[in-house]
């Protein structure tokens, strides 16, 4: 019996120790920052589902993983939890001109903008109801060789609507260059979506065109609300 | 020990006497002679300069090589024979396209019979009426001017007809330039050279400044410039291709061109990937210390992409290329060229129009591309180059070229004018110059 109480007692005592706290502290810094249109000054419009990321890496380790950030649909982004140090850090699969990676020493909260430019500006856009239909007319600025794959208006009940996210859209093939002095125009109609966008309701309705590069993303306006 | 504590004392009362002498107002001696001024930038008078500028401006490199048996080079069919099949006879040329041959004044009958029995005569830019015609047709098209390349390896002291030959080219060049009003620039190109070659340039540059008067506004008052100076370039730089020279000798080329003083304003070029020093580009951040140190940056296209797959690798490159140069304060030129063929030059029936021109549209997708993206101006290439089938001048047509034994000649398509690529040319030129008009969409003619 008392063999067993020695036995027992060491293991609760291991177990404490084993439990103890370690001595280091826990992420005080962060990183946070937007993606910046570097003609319009406005911040650039992205996806939430498969849009722009933001990795950084850590320096002082090898191997290292960089940590991937998901930039909001906004264009902003923002992690809270690293630990003070420098820092390698690089928007990837954007859609926007690549920018190289920038060294930065992370120390408090650090803000770390990026001025791009993006592959195709929507420009001139006027979201409109007429009659039935839900009607977009707009602009396209590109800004990079290639060709534009498609437009679209894409429409849903949440304010980070998008291509990869939506109720509701209607989209067209332009597998072209943007002409500039061309007005696009898309036409929405409700009643093909009625089912899971009841009529009568406001929703998000967002205008984007994807260019043919590699692993581009999206191009947007800003969302817009509209009863229809 | 009383008397070593008043030496003691003794001595600091003199050191603290010495240390306070400053305050006493008595002028302190003259201090060690300060730094001299840095160098200051060479002043050029630009008075009634035509080009003061690369921006907005449509260029074409201009080879210049060739030569014709009985012309005065003595170079015989220089650039149009090809050793490696015997010469220069049916069956046997380094070029694929052929000139149209039509408006030039003085003619050469080569080996060669047209379709109709007739003789296809060449021409030889060592003739002076020759690159007059040239430079009129620049005129005529809207092409703003040209860069004479210069083959550091054929204009060394030791091939004394080659220096000839390019230097006479060059007189031929300038004399058209000014009289055309068409904007003319020395281009080096590095390949094949040593380190001692490239550093030759530096002697080789200061002698063509000597014998032409190059700078001099009045006598040359269309050589380009750029950014206050006259501009030269150098071709060949950070290529992957196990070049006999470095990086470093091209740098330390760059310097002495430049001097203390700023003397000229240079422009490199460089390989297709320079950015990312990958693929064509030696891996070395040497590369992108250089650049720095010039003025002007013009990547080499040819052969990077055809019209199947240029958006997709030129939209991930030139956009990204034009932002890093604005970033880094170096001005940037992105390369178009119509299409490419080697056939003959290669020996190689694959290689005939290996990059089709597709009757200009491919030529157009780069220019529409590069306005796109960013770019202020273009540099063609070339002007004259028919040994890789990448001229925009005059050709025969696809029916009109020479017959070639069993093999054969490239020709500009048949529903075409022989002048297309010259027209199209010079629409890129109305384009960068600020004409409205234009898109992505082939212009008609």
Known sequence: MKTLRYILLAGVMTLAAACEKDNFDGPTAGLSGRIIDADTKLLVEQDIIRGTTIEITEHG??????????????????????FENTYSVKPMRGNFVDVPSQDIQIKGKTVLDFSVTPYLRVQDLRVEKVGNLVVATFKLQQNVAGNVVKIGIYAD????????????????????????????RLEYNPDEFKTQMPLGKEYWFRVGALISIGEAKFNYAAPIKLAI | MMKKFKIILLAALLGA??????SSGSTPPPGPPGPPPPPQDTVYDETGCLFTS???????????????????SERGWYHYRNGSCGGFMPGCASVDFWPDMTEYTKKYPSPFTLPNGANAPLYSPYDEESVDLHFKWMKDYGIDGVFMQRFVVEVKNENAKGKRHFNKVLENALKAAK??????????????????????????WAELQQLFSLFDNKTHPTYLRHKKKPLVVIWGVGFNDNRKYTIADADALVGKLKGSNNRVSVMLGVPYYWRSLRNDTENSQALHTLIKKTDIIMPWAVGRYSSANYNTVAGGELAADIQWSKTNKVDYVPLVFPGFSWGNLKNNAADYNSIPRLKGEFLWKQVAGAKMSGATSLYVAMFDEIDEGTSIFKCARQSEVPLNGAKQFVGIEDDLQTDHYLWLTGQAGKWFHGEGGFSAALPVR
């Open chain 2, 17 to 22: 006497g010495y240390s306070c002498s400053k």
């Open chain 2, 54 to 72: 690369y921006n907005n401006l449509v260029m074409a490199g201009y080879q210049g090589w060739f030569a014709a048996e009985g012309d005065a």
């Open chain 1, 61 to 82: 380790y090898d191997p290292v993983k960089p940590q991937v950030l998901v930039v909001k649909t906004d264009g902003t982004y923002e992690n809270s939890l690293l």
């Open chain 2, 179 to 204: 009289k055309y009003s068409r904007a003319i620039c020395v281009m080096y190109d590095l390949s094949g050279c040593t380190s001692a070659d490239v550093a030759y340039v530096e002697k080789d």
């Open chain 1, 157 to 184: 009940k949440d304010q980070r609507v998008g291509e990869p996210m939506r109720l509701g859209q209607k989209e067209q093939d332009i597998n072209a260059p943007a002409d500039p002095n061309t007005t696009y």
